[in-house]
T-cell receptor
Framework: EAGVAQSPRYKIIEKRQSVAFWCNPISGHATLYWYQQILGQGPKLLIQFQNNGVVDDSQLPKDRFSAERLKGVDSTLKIQPAKLEDSAVYLC?????????????FGQGTRLTVV | AQTVTQSQPEMSVQEAETVTLSCTYDTSESNYYLFWYKQPPSRQMILVIRQEAYKQQNATENRFSVNFQKAAKSFSLKISDSQLGDTAMYFCAFMKKSGSRLTFGEGTQLTVNP
């Protein structure tokens, strides 16, 4: 079974530029999460999708961050414009919500550096 | 809202010895899941062990076991016969049974010394 795929692995941009991250979840997983992990901290949820609908985006800075999940499969997370404090690892995870006790599977993340 | 607290930012252990990582959480839910995830330098989060709150028996997975104290809202991870490959960041996480977000603690960096 293929895992969660994310790209790119690394990205360096200047502040005020825009950036986009892509995630391909495990086939059949209806739930998709985007997490932000600042160095030395635990991951914090940005947004949760169930199929192509948003379940929880309460911690998403909506003035600069946006995410979509077209057709309930792949997802993109965009930051525009980026700030220095957005430097972090962005983790995508998916989960088979049809089974009550399943864990979330994570991708390898995208390390973003804003200079 | 749920919170997860890991009070040990760093721990170290000698190879082949046993180490326990602590985790406490706060919730008003009665039905939920608890997880320990491992994050090596590659950044890939890997599930170590999970516990369902309604099960009284502590979960075990080979060298990994938990001590789940529901009344105390405590969920510690014990690693027996520590191996060099266990060196990683370990995160405790909480999820309501309804399958909402995973809430993570701040992590414990475990170093296994030869």
């Amino acid at each position: 079974e293929a895992g969660v795929a994310q790209s790119p692995r690394y990205k360096i941009i200047e502040k005020r530029q825009s950036v986009a991250f892509w995630c391909n979840p495990i086939s059949g997983h209806a739930t998709l999460y985007w997490y932000q992990q600042i160095l030395g901290q635990g991951p914090k949820l940005l947004i949760q999708f169930q199929n192509n609908g948003v379940v929880d985006d309460s911690q998403l800075p909506k003035d600069r961050f946006s995410a979509e999940r077209l057709k309930g499969v792949d997802s993109t997370l965009k930051i525009q414009p980026a700030k220095l404090e957005d430097s972090a690892v962005y983790l995508c995870a998916s989960r088979d919500s049809g089974r009550a006790n399943t864990e979330a599977f994570f991708g390898q993340g995208t390390r973003l550096t804003v200079v | 809202a749920q919170t997860v607290t890991q009070s040990q930012p760093e721990m170290s252990v000698q190879e082949a010895e046993t180490v326990t990582l602590s985790c406490t959480y706060d919730t008003s839910e009665s039905n939920y899941y608890l997880f320990w995830y491992k994050q090596p330098p590659s950044r890939q989060m890997i599930l170590v062990i999970r516990q369902e709150a309604y099960k009284q028996q502590n979960a075990t997975e080979n060298r990994f076991s938990v001590n789940f104290q529901k009344a105390a809202k405590s969920f510690s991870l014990k690693i027996s016969d520590s191996q060099l490959g266990d060196t990683a960041m370990y995160f405790c996480a909480f999820m309501k049974k309804s399958g909402s977000r995973l809430t993570f603690g701040e992590g414990t960096q475990l170093t296994v010394n030869p």
